[in-house]
């Protein structure tokens, strides 16, 4: 038998051999065994094949797997994306719904410059400028609101997967390196980058981070079941454990008085740490089928959520533990997301739509109102808010940032 052949079939035999047993659920067909070696790096695949894409979104997600350092020849990537366009279609999506009220925004979306980035968080800078995270293309990206212009830095961790962002007091941009198992600071003014790596091997995903009052930086690790602390003066980092195991530490807000909420999205609670004991409390929501992703605050410090699982916006009030929630406007499968607080009015996002829309919640009226985003949003992850009370947005899968412009 010649020496190719040969080791082709061991090859085959190998990976037959060696298929994880997700690999092995999914449907016959050529680009089987390429799908399940290829494609469980990052997060467990087969868990997120479920939604689908259509052909272009399928096509999108390989350019950004590419940007993210997987390599594989074109011929077998053109196998994979016909695979998965064939076998794993976009579902039907809810219809985004529109509630008219006398709210009038407009809406501009930029494009950002490298296809298939991914932008995952945006952030709005106290100089007017408007930064995203390149999740899959290793950059932090700024943008000019007034001219249009892009400028993208280069982080120094390959393949770090840029994921949070924030800025500090001196203007420096604060980010998570989700696959790096780091946190990172960039001065935008020389591009230098310093990073800070986790003192715990198994806190590998830094996620979402936000600063106290007293300067202090906070962060999720999602995966690693962990809440982190750095202080920047020092660079020391401490984690810390929740009393849930498995319960995904994920958004982050900060109270008036410091108290540091998040909400945790492998349960239904939300936790908060005191600052000063480091001590973790959980507040359990009243559906067990709960999965608060995102949380946000009003100057009254209650806390906001948005409920992805079962499209809900949830009230949580830190003082009683009471807890109100309203269904979200296109319905259970909305999949509320990013979410934000302007003026004490919330804002978020629905990212389970076709497409995502803007919500608008008015606490005291308990109203809402809604919009369409016009370039499709697909997915707004996480929402910013500028200085003077626009509402910013990165739009994933459609690479772009979004600007939502609220009258004053």
Known sequence: MPKTSLLSLIAAALLSFALPAWGQELPEGKGKDLVAAHCNS????????????????????????????VTMPADQAAVITEYLTKN??????????????????????????????????????????????????NVLGRLDPKTGRFKEYPLKTPHSGPHGLVEGKDGNIWYTGNTGALVGKLDPKTGAVTEYKMPDPEAKDPHTLIFDQTGILWFTLQNANRVGRLDPKTGEIKLLTPPTPKSRPYGMAVSSKGTVFYVAFGTNKVGS????????????LPDPGSRPRRITMTSDDIVWYADFSRGYLGRLDPATGKVTEWPSPSGPKSEPYGISAINDIIWYSESGTTPN????????????????????????????VTRDGDFVLAN?????????????
Not at 371 to 378: D, F, M, R, S, V
Not at 396 to 408: D, E, F, G, H, W
């Open 396 to 408: 994933s899968l459609v690479n772009a940032v979004t600007l939502v412009k609220i009258p004053k």
């Open 357 to 384: 829309t803007v919500v608008r919640f008015d606490p005291q009226t308990e109203k809402f109102q809604s919009w369409t985003i016009p370039g499709g949003g697909n997915i707004v992850r996480n929402t910013s």
């Open 88 to 137: 794993f279609p976009e579902k039907d999506k809810p219809v985004g719904v529109v509630i008219p009220g006398p709210t009038k925004v407009s809406i501009k979306e930029w494009q950002v410059p490298t296809p298939g980035s991914r932008p995952h968080d945006p952030l709005a800078a106290r100089d007017g400028s408007l930064w995203y995270t390149g999740q899959m293309n």
């Open 273 to 284: 740490v005191d600052p000063k004991t480091l001590e973790i409390r959980e507040y359990t």
């Open 42 to 69: 990052c997060h467990p695949f087969y868990a997120r094949l479920g939604a689908g894409y259509t052909p272009k979104g399928w096509r999108t997600v390989m350019r950004m797997m590419a940007n993210h350092g």
